[in-house]
C-alpha cells in the first residue's frame, strides 16, 4: 500500500488529502493533518471523492446518444464523430455557431482550463458561457472598473480584524468563495472568542450570537446596494471618511459623495428593512474599530448590483482607511502576481449584441438559450465540459427546447448529468485522483497563501481521460495542431512553471517538496497602492464613471422598491450535502432531511398563507411554477423563502441516487434573457426574485 499526499479540487480552500492506493487503486481519502496551511481539515463533500471515484454510475467510456439511450462507444469513434460533426457545422456557418459552457468544476482544473482554451481559439469559437455568469462575474468587473484590473479582490483580514462583515455568504454552509480559507467558520469562531464582532448581513439570520460566531444583521434580499450605500452615508456624516487616504489614493471623491448623498439611513431603512439606528450603531463599530474587514459573496453577487454592491464594498474599506492595513482588506499575492495580467480598461469591455450592449469575454448564461433560438447565425453545436447548464442557469423549460433543437451536443463530465438528456455524445472525464494539478484556483484568493502540486493518485479507471487529452485528441482529429503531436501536457505545465518562477519557485521544487506544497508569505500591508492597483494614474477610481447608467437606475429601482409592500422573495439556502447538481449521486449525503429540497418560509409567513408544513405547494411567478413541499425556517426574514438550487434530476440519464431523489429545479423560477442580468458584469439575477406561493 501507498500513501499519496494531494489536494481537494471541489471547492475553494483546496484541503490537503491523503490518498491510501492499494494495487494501483483508491482504497481510502482522508484529511492531510501535516499540511502546513488546511491542517487536517476537510469536509463532508471533500472525502466524498472518494464515493464519486468509484461509483458504478460514473461515465467509463464513450456514450452516444442512440435509440433514445446512451450506448458505449469506443474513444476513437466518439472523436471522428464529434470532430467531422463540428466540421461540417463550422464549414456550414462559422465559428459562431460553436457555443462552449465551462461549468464550475473547470475552474479547479490546471491542465483541463488552459488546453480548453487553447483549443476554442484553434476554432475559433467566440460563443463561450461559463457558470461564472450564475456567480461572481460582478466582482471582475467591480475589480475592473475600481482598481483596473479584474484579478484584484483584496481579502478580510479575518485573524486581525477587530470588525468583520459577511455579507451574502453562508461558509458554514459553502466553506467560502472568492476566498480560500480552510475552515473559514471556525476562523471566524476563534475572530469571535478573541474579541472580534463578526457581523452577517443577510436576508437569512445563518449565525447568531450564541452561536459562538458572530450575529446576524437581517436585510431584504437584493438590497445590499442600498445598505452599503447607506452605511457610507453615515460614516461621512460623522466623520468616519479618512480624507488623506482618499486624497492620497482616490479619484472620483466627489462623485461618490454625490452618490451616497442619496441614502441617509433613514431611506435606507425603508428598503433594506434594517432599522436607521441598526445602521447607525454598524456605521458607529466601523469608525471604533481598529481594523473592521469587509467580505461579500454569492447573495450579494446575485442580487440586480451585484456590481455596484462589490464596488460599494470596497469603497467602505477604502474611505475608512480598511483598505490595505493590517485587520482591514489585504491583497493576497500567491505563487504570482496576476494584478497586471488582469488589467483592462472596463469601459472598452463592451460590444454591440443583437440583446444590446454586452460585456465582452463570456456571453450571460442567461442569454444561452437566447443565441440557440433567437438570433439569425444561431449555435449549432455546444460543448459542455464540467458543467450542468440545465439546472444551474434560470429558465430550464426555455433550455429543454433550445438543447433539443442542437445538431450536436457534447459533454465532458464524470456523469451523465441533467444536460445529458439532450447530449450526443457523453465523453469520460477523469476525477481529481486521476489527474495532475496544481492549486491554481487559490491565485490572488488564498487568505493564507500556499502553492501545491498533485501527481495523479491513480491512473485513470476504465476509457475515463483527463480534459486536456480529450481536447488535444479533439484537435489532432481536426488536422489542428496538437500539443500531443509537441510533447503532450508538457506546454501547459510549461506556462505554469513560468509563472511560478516570479516567486522563485518551479515545478520541480513543488514535487520535490513533502506533499507538493510550500507555503508563501502571508497577506501583508503595503503593497496594494504601489504595486496591485493597475489603473493608468496609480489611483483607485471611487466613482467609475462607467457606472453613470447604473447608478441612475439604482436610484429609480430604490423608487420601485419603497413601493412594493408584501409578497415573497426567493433565496438559496445550500447546505453542506450537497454541491451545486453534482453531489446528488453520493448516497451518504443523502440523510434524511437532505433527499429533497423543499421551500422554506418563515412560519409566520406560511401561517398568513394558511400553508402547512411538509404539505406540497405550488410555487409560481412570471417566469415558471414548481410544486415542492413546505417547510418552515424560523431563521428566515418575514417575505423570504429560500430553496436550495441544484436539484431536479428526475432525467438525469447517468444517476441513480439523483434519480430516487429527484427533487425540483427551482431555477424555473428565475428570469432569462435580456434585462436578467447586470448589464455591468453579465451576472445573473438570481437571488430576492418575486414569487407567489399557494397550496397545490
Ligand atoms: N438558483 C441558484 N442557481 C445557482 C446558484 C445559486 O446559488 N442559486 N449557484 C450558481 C453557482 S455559484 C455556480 S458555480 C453554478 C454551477 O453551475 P455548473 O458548473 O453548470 O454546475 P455544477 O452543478 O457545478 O456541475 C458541474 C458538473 O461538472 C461535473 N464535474 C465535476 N468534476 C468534474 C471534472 O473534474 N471534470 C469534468 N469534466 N466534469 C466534472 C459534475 O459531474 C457536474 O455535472 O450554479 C449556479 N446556479
Ligand atoms: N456545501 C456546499 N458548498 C459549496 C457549494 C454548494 O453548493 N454546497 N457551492 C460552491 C460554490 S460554486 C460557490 S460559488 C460557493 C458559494 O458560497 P457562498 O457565497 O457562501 O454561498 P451560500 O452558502 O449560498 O451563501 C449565500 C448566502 O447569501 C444569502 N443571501 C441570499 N440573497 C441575499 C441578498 O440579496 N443579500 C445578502 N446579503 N445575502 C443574501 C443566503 O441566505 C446565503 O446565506 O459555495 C461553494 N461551496
Ligand atoms: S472544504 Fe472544499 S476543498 Fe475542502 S474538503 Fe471540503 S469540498 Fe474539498
Ligand atoms: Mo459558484
Known sequence: MSTIRTFCRVCEPSCGLVANVEDGQLARVQADRDHPVTKGFACAKGIATFDIHHDPDRVDQPLRHFDGELRPASWDEALADIARRLQRVLDRHGPSAVGLYGGNPLGFNALGYLSLGAWLGQLGAIRSFSAGTQDCANKFAGSQAVFGSRTVHPLPDIERAELIFVIGANPRASKGSFISLPNMIQRLREAHQRGATVHFVNPRRIETVDGGVGDTVLLRPDTDVYFMAGLLHELRATGGWRREVLDAHGTNVDELERFVDDYPVER?????????????????????????????????????????????????????????????????????????????????????????????????????????????????????????????????????????????????????????????????????????????????????????????????????????????????????????????????????????????????????????????????????????????????????????????????????????????????????????????????????????????????????????????????????????????????????????????NAGAPGMSVARAHPGVNINRLLPVGPGSFEELSSQAHMTGVPIRVEPA
Request: charged share 25%; aromatic share 8%; proline share 4%.
Open 268 to 648: 435606507v431603512a425603508e428598503v433594506t428593512a434594517i432599522d436607521a439606528s441598526t445602521l447607525r450603531d454598524l456605521a458607529r463599530e466601523i469608525r471604533q474599530a481598529d481594523g473592521t474587514a469587509f467580505y461579500m459573496s454569492t447573495g450579494a453577487n446575485m442580487g440586480r448590483q451585484g456590481t455596484l454592491a462589490y464596488w460599494l464594498m470596497h469603497m467602505l474599506s477604502l474611505v475608512t482607511g480598511n483598505l490595505d492595513r493590517v485587520g482591514g482588506n489585504l491583497p493576497s499575492i500567491g505563487f504570482y502576481p496576476n494584478a497586471r495580467a488582469g488589467k483592462a480598461d472596463f469601459g472598452a469591455g463592451f460590444f454591440e449584441s443583437e440583446f444590446g450592449r454586452l460585456r465582452r469575454g463570456n456571453l450571460p448564461g442567461n442569454l444561452l438559450s437566447h443565441y440557440i433560438l433567437d438570433v439569425e447565425e444561431p449555435i449549432r453545436a455546444l460543448v459542455v465540459v464540467a458543467g450542468n447548464p440545465l439546472l444551474s442557469i434560470g429558465g430550464e423549460e426555455r433550455l429543454r427546447k433550445a438543447f433539443s433543437q442542437l445538431e450536436l451536443v457534447v459533454l465532458v463530465d464524470l456523469y451523465a448529468n441533467a444536460t445529458a438528456e439532450y447530449a450526443d455524445w457523453v465523453l469520460p472525464a477523469a476525477d481529481q485522483f486521476e489527474r495532475a494539478d496544481l492549486t491554481v484556483i487559490g491565485l490572488g484568493l488564498q487568505a493564507q497563501p500556499f502553492v501545491q502540486y498533485t501527481d495523479q493518485v491513480v491512473a485513470p479507471r476504465h476509457e475515463r481521460r483527463e480534459e486536456w487529452w480529450i481536447f488535444a485528441r479533439l484537435a489532432q482529429e481536426m488536422g489542428l495542431d496538437s500539443p500531443l503531436d509537441r510533447g503532450g501536457a508538457e506546454e501547459h505545465w510549461g506556462k505554469y512553471d513560468h509563472m511560478l518562477a516570479a516567486s522563485g519557485l518551479s515545478l520541480e521544487a513543488l514535487r520535490a517538496s513533502p506533499g507538493g506544497v510550500i507555503e508563501l508569505p502571508g497577506l501583508h500591508a503595503g503593497r496594494f497602492f504601489d504595486e496591485v492597483v493597475q489603473l493608468p494614474d496609480g489611483r483607485v477610481d471611487c466613482c467609475p464613471e462607467a457606472f453613470d447608467t447604473a447608478r441612475r437606475r439604482c436610484r429609480e429601482m430604490f423608487d420601485e422598491m419603497r413601493g412594493v409592500a408584501d409578497g415573497l422573495l426567493l433565496i438559496t439556502r445550500r447546505d453542506s450535502f450537497m454541491h451545486n447538481s453534482w453531489m446528488h449521486n453520493v448516497p451518504g449525503l443523502k440523510k434524511a432531511g437532505h433527499d429533497h429540497n423543499p421551500l422554506w418560509l418563515h412560519p409566520a409567513d406560511a401561517e398568513a398563507r394558511g400553508l402547512v408544513e411538509g404539505t406540497e405547494v405550488r410555487v409560481w411567478n412570471d417566469h415558471g411554477e414548481v410544486v415542492l413541499p413546505l417547510a418552515l425556517d424560523e431563521a428566515l426574514g418575514r417575505g423570504v423563502a429560500a430553496a436550495a438550487h441544484g436539484w431536479g
